[in-house]
């Protein structure tokens, strides 16, 4: 059974970081293409973040480049997301896909972890 659990979110202040991990088991996802979406209260699941297999090339939403950066360690089946700069608008349950179905900026992921919250104040 594959799961993908996410952790690292939290509370912080306008103008700090978190990073956020996601912990793969149940398979090797080294070839395989994962990303980090985000919903925000009342609003849809929104693109965050995407990794190809290997880690060979990064896409990023206009809203979070300059701030986040994605990688993987495949070694460890992990995934991160390191956010710098964070902004109010960055509040939202994070999560982490796995699988795209589609384009990888729509949700069409066969695999997604629970979600991880992330608050920041301003």
């Known amino acids: 059974q594959v799961q993908l659990v996410e952790s690292g979110g939290g509370l912080v202040q306008a103008g700090g970081s978190l990073r956020l991990s996601c912990a793969v088991s149940g398979r090797t996802f080294s070839r395989t293409a994962m990303a980090w979406f985000r919903q925000a209260p009342g609003k849809e699941r929104q693109f965050v973040a995407y990794?190809?297999?290997?880690?060979?090339?990064?896409y990023y939403a206009d809203s979070v480049k300059g701030r986040f950066t994605v990688s993987r360690d495949d070694a460890k089946n992990t995934m991160y997301l390191q956010m710098n700069s964070l902004k109010p608008d960055d509040t939202a349950v994070y999560y982490c896909v796995a699988g795209p179905q589609g384009t990888y900026w729509s949700p069409s992921y066969n695999y997604w972890g629970q979600g991880t919250q992330v608050t920041v104040s301003s």
């Open positions: 990794i190809t297999g290997r880690g060979g090339s990064t």
